[in-house]
């Protein structure tokens, strides 16, 4: 059974890079598109952005000038980076699975809450 | 980016009663839709895809409908553990993006 596990800090300065590390454990990233997705505290949800394992990524516009997703050098690792963060990035991040190809996402992860205070 | 609008914000439903929960989309997304159940303090959980196909292990009680740019989640008899937000996701087009959340609570 795959399951999926955020890791990282938990409080960010601003102008910092957040890092966040997603273990898949049960399985390996050698199939499927994996994503990440956040949510402010009290608000819905924003997707980030995609990975395949053969590297091949697609961002949110909106957020595309300040995000990297790579895998890790272990099969089973992927990571999120964003640059130059606010207060406004403040938020629950998860990382999912999309279940076939591209559509929708059938595991996630518990989430990891970022703080960006300083 | 393709808008998704769901309603009403908050339903009021007893326990046993059946519910209904609207989304639509700014344009077609054809049947690339899902629909999550989010718990407090918890992830997201696939309840649909493909508009009205049920995830592994999600009770009957659950159906979804529509295509293009009307969609519906039906709970045809509320228990307990089903009040939570609930989310509609379309995946035809990028970004991908989500319906703002109905929050359904015990009337």
């Known amino acids: 059974q795959v399951q999926l596990q955020e890791s990282g800090p938990g409080l960010v300065k601003p102008s910092e890079t957040l890092s966040l590390t ?3 454990s049960g399985g390996s990233i050698n199939s499927h598109y994996w994503s990440w997705i956040r949510q402010p505290p009290g608000k819905g949800l924003e997707w980030i952005g995609y990975l395949y394992y053969s590297g091949f990524t697609n961002y949110n516009p909106a957020l595309r ?3 990297t997703i790579s895998a890790g050098t272990s099969m089973n690792r992927f990571s999120l980076k964003l640059s130059s963060v606010t207060a406004a990035d403040t938020a ?3 990382c999912a699975r999309h279940k076939n190809n591209l559509d929708a996402f059938d595991i996630w992860g518990q989430g990891t809450m970022v703080t960006v205070s300083s | 980016e393709i808008v998704m609008t769901q ?3 908050t ?3 007893s326990p046993g009663e ?3 929960l609207s989304c ?3 344009q077609s997304v054809s049947s690339n839709l899902a629909w999550f159940q989010q718990k407090r303090g918890q992830a997201p959980r696939l309840l649909i895809y493909s508009a009205s196909s049920r995830a592994t292990g999600i009770p009957a009680r659950f159906s979804g409908s529509g295509s293009g740019t009307e969609f519906s989640l039906t709970i045809s008899s509320l228990q307990s553990e089903d009040f939570a937000v609930y989310y509609c996701q379309q995946y035809s087009n990028w970004p991908l ?3 703002g959340g109905t929050k359904v609570v015990i009337k």
């Open chain 2, 18 to 20: 059946r519910a209904t």
């Open chain 2, 11 to 13: 339903l009021s439903v």
């Open chain 2, 7 to 9: 309603s009403p914000a």
């Open chain 1, 65 to 67: 000038s300040r995000t």
């Open chain 2, 24 to 26: 639509r989309a700014s």
């Open chain 1, 92 to 94: 629950v991040y998860y």
């Open chain 1, 22 to 24: 997603c273990t898949v």
């Open chain 2, 97 to 99: 993006t989500f319906g």
